[in-house]
């Protein structure tokens, strides 16, 4: 093996280092997202079934009637 082809070797490991690294970065990111985006959907879908619940409550007197 000579040195042209080890230095080529060389380049492509550190190419290949620097994708995987950047890979766990995103993959880290996108991780930290999905936490973020699950705790917003369970936020919105409990503040949800609370106002059905409201609603289910409600007195039919105090319903509005369907032209408002």
Avoid: C, W
């Amino acid at each position: 093996m000579n040195e042209e082809m080890l230095e080529q070797i060389q380049t492509k490991i550190a190419f290949l280092e620097r994708a995987n690294a950047d890979l766990g970065d995103v993959v880290f990111h996108q991780q930290q997202e999905i936490r973020d985006l699950r705790l917003r959907v369970k936020e919105v879908t409990e503040r949800l079934e609370s106002l059905r619940a409201d609603e289910r409550q409600r007195p039919a007197d105090e319903e509005r009637p369907p032209h408002y």
